[in-house]
């Protein structure tokens, strides 16, 4: 029943990965721009919740607010301001920057919060659970972030199909020149691209400081699981990041299960092994369409 | 048409190689009238920094292999020296080169995995890997899991501590001139070639005959093994160490980036200029680890934008200097010629064309 436990604990676990996911994916799928500085970024996000909450007395619910629109807005400046000059056919100068810029966020945190663990108090919901049978209880605050998780991809994958400008994203992905010859300004569609990157990583550190809590040094992590979900799922696959990010939390609660039971392994290492699986025999991933 | 051929030394890289050559030595002679070892140890660093930067040079700048999991390379050389020396009782020294023997091997099934990825996500395809090596290690009881492990006297064979300091410094020393010269001689070969062809246009060296993977394959099991031997020196250097701190990204990754990058990735003599320009930092800011993070951080991220060939590119811009003779020229009657008051087209070092 324990492993069961450890199962159903892992996809809740899942949401919160692809959550981390869906920005990298978007502003990789976009622009073919890898952001180093991710996870870094998601825990600027918690952090900024952080003093938001303490200093307006805000839930950290409610703090999403304030938190998603600076992130936002943080986003589409930075790709306006820098990453757009690093956009092209070689990859070294965006790694480079955004490798630089996790750096700085890092140590920036550490001198402004200190090392200290913090958390995010959203009250007693952090407690409750729904019982599913004896041994197996779901709590709220997982529940919500899957579903968050779920409602934020499908509201990407509904922009990507539906409207202007996900057609746009579209377009330029396929083929930036022919787009910007139809009228689109590709530099500041992938800044709308950024900032959209940006508000969802904001979600996502702010779900993960609800969750559990969190240091100044805990992004490089998080880049690795969102990198992981995205992977396993498959590049360009919307739903692929979503299975992905589950099939990664399951190995972490299976991981961590096998841990407390025979005192050996953790959660992170075999999820990063689940990767390298599946790097391995399907580096497409699961849904992929392409590999690159 | 008589006259022309093709050349890559002029009078500016004789003057270099000489320049290095004296300066080689005088680094070489330094124990004999460094007697309290003051110049010696803190020169290790600095030299150690040069082999890392170098040998990620070798990957990113001339490969197109952005590694960002040198540090698990770093944390093989150094629990292979404590395995080897503390729990086999091997001479720590030839430690050092069975460190580089596992750093290769090991970098085969790594190279396997990661080189299925491309670009940025090869970046974080290699520190996923680096993140598994630093995992097991901390699981692994008998490298000593979380402990901190110290290599004791007696695993160091007796050597005195003049001894050791003058050794230490001496591996340091070769691995740094070792990991320049490795640079000059790849480019100079066919292998380099066929790098620079590589990082032009993939495809278009793949069409004319070139081996892509085994090309990469080679400077990435170089690049493992040296990075390897310097992971062991540094551990001879200081000799406590932890998983945490043997497979730091922040400092065996991101530093040496960071020094790259602000020196030139790219060229053979840019990170000779950043680990200058690191030592000026340092020495600068003594305590503030997180400034130094900072700074470094801000100044890398900018140069990536507005000067993707670092201090030396832009040096190269102004006066087209070249200091290891890796560029291939044209000289003859109505050519140029080796460049006489800087006049010279100004081209990126090692031959390369638009990239």
Do not use: C
Not at chain 1, 4 to 10: D, E, F, K, P, S
Not at chain 1, 129 to 146: C, H, K, M, N, R
Not at chain 1, 209 to 224: E, V
Not at chain 2, 63 to 92: C, R, W
Request: zero cysteines.
């Amino acid at each position: 029943m324990e492993w069961l436990n450890a199962v159903v604990q892992g996809i809740m676990l899942g949401g919160l990965f692809a959550l981390f996911a869906t920005g990298l994916s978007l502003a990789f799928g976009v622009m073919r721009f890898v952001n180093l500085a991710h996870g870094d970024l998601a825990i600027l996000g918690a952090f900024v919740a952080v003093s938001v909450t303490s200093a307006l007395g805000l839930n950290p619910f409610v703090s999403l607010v304030i938190v998603v629109p600076v992130m936002l807005a943080a986003g589409y400046g930075l790709q306006l301001g820098a990453f757009n000059f690093t956009v092209g056919a070689d990859p070294l100068p965006s790694i480079l920057v955004t490798f630089g810029l996790g750096v700085v966020i890092q140590n920036a945190l550490l001198q402004t919060y200190s090392a200290d663990s913090r958390g995010l108090d959203v009250g007693s919901i952090e407690v409750e659970s729904i019982a599913i049978t004896d041994a197996i209880a779901v709590g709220w605050i997982p529940l919500i972030t899957l579903a968050v998780a779920i409602t934020v991809l499908l509201g990407l994958q509904l922009m990507l199909s539906r409207t202007a400008l996900g057609r746009a994203f579209r377009a330029v992905s396929d083929d930036p020149a022919t787009a910007r010859l139809m009228g689109i300004n590709d530099r500041n569609l992938y800044a709308v691209a950024m900032g959209i990157a940006f508000a969802t990583v904001a979600i996502a550190g702010v779900f993960l400081g609800i969750r559990q809590s969190f240091g100044p040094t805990d992004g490089p992590a998080q880049l690795l699981y969102a990198f992981e979900a995205v992977v396993i799922g498959g590049l360009g696959s919307v739903w692929g990041t979503l299975i992905g990010g589950l099939l990664l939390g399951v190995a972490h609660g299976i991981g961590g299960q096998v841990e407390v039971s025979y005192g050996y392994g953790s959660g992170p290492l075999l999820g990063h092994l689940v990767f390298l699986a599946v790097l391995a025999t399907k580096p497409a991933g699961l849904l992929g369409r392409r590999t690159e | 048409m008589t006259g022309h051929r093709v050349t890559r030394s002029d009078r500016q890289s004789t003057f270099g190689l000489a320049v290095s050559a004296v300066l080689l030595v005088v680094l070489v002679l330094l124990p004999w009238w460094d007697g309290d070892g003051s110049l010696r140890v803190p020169l290790v660093p600095i030299l150690y920094y040069l082999a890392l930067a170098q040998m990620w040079n070798l990957l990113a700048g001339f490969a197109g292999l952005v590694s960002i999991g040198q540090q698990m390379f770093v944390g093989i050389g150094v629990y292979t020296l404590l395995s080897f020396a503390e729990d086999f009782g091997v001479d720590p020294y030839l430690s050092v080169l069975l460190a580089g023997v596992v750093a290769a091997v090991l970098s085969l099934p790594v190279a396997a995995l990661a080189f299925r990825l491309r670009g940025g996500y090869f970046a974080i395809g290699t520190w996923v890997i680096a993140e598994v090596f630093r995992l097991i290690a901390l699981e692994s009881g008998f490298l000593g899991g979380a402990n901190v492990r110290t290599l004791t006297r007696e695993s160091l064979g007796g050597y005195s501590v003049d001894t050791r300091n003058t050794v230490t410094y001496l591996m340091a020393l070769g691995l740094a001139a070792g990991a320049t010269a490795i640079l000059v001689f790849v480019l100079r070969s066919r292998l380099g070639l066929a790098l620079r062809s590589i990082r032009d246009n993939q495809e278009g060296a793949r069409g004319l005959g070139v081996s892509v993977t085994r090309a990469k394959l080679v400077v990435w099991v170089i690049s493992a093994s040296w990075t390897g031997m310097t992971g062991a020196v540094i551990l001879l250097h200081n000799p406590s160490t932890r998983a945490e701190s043997a497979f730091s990204v922040l400092r065996w990754t991101a530093l040496v980036v960071f020094i790259a990058i602000i020196g030139g990735v790219g060229s053979t003599t840019g990170p000779i200029i950043g680990v200058a320009i690191y030592w000026g930092v340092r020495e600068f800011l003594e305590d503030a680890d997180e400034w130094r993070f900072i700074i470094l951080g801000l100044i890398a991220a900018a140069m990536a934008i507005t000067a993707p060939r670092g201090v030396y590119g832009l040096l190269q811009k102004r006066w087209a200097v070249q200091f290891f003779p890796v560029r291939r020229r044209l000289v003859g009657p109505g050519i140029g010629g080796p460049a006489p008051g800087g006049q010279s087209q100004p081209a990126p070092d090692a031959g390369s064309t638009a990239r």
